[in-house]
């Protein structure tokens, strides 16, 4: 397996205290949580905050819109960690029609 292109960002993990994690395991994780952002939640903080009353249409896109956002940006980020691990770039290169 070919090792995978460094994006410099072992000197902000290192500020930060932030311990490295490769892409495969960055992978398992998001893996492992994505089924627990897309679970229906009867109340967020956020509705609740809001004091929407539940039967509300404004209160079901609080708890479904914030998690569905949620689940797709760790979707996207675990074909862009593929990606790396494979050693390929991180966005596909543009095709020019």
Do not use: C, W
């Not at 205290?17 to 229906?40: F, K, M, Q, Y």
């Not at 903080?45 to 509300?56: H, I």
């Not at 956002?69 to 691990?85: C, D, E, M, P, Y």
Request: charged share 25%.
């Amino acid at each position: 397996m070919s090792t995978p292109p460094d994006f410099g960002t072992a000197p902000i993990d290192q500020a930060l205290g932030v311990a490295t994690v490769d892409p495969p395991e960055r992978i398992a994780l998001l893996e492992r949580l994505t089924p627990r952002i897309t679970r229906p939640a009867k109340d967020t903080p956020t509705a609740a905050a809001k004091a929407y009353d539940p039967g509300l249409p404004v209160a079901a896109e609080e708890r479904t819109d914030g998690p569905r956002a949620t689940a797709q940006n760790a979707g996207a980020l675990v074909l862009t960690l593929h990606r790396i691990a494979t050693g390929k770039e991180p966005v596909p290169p543009r095709r020019h029609a």
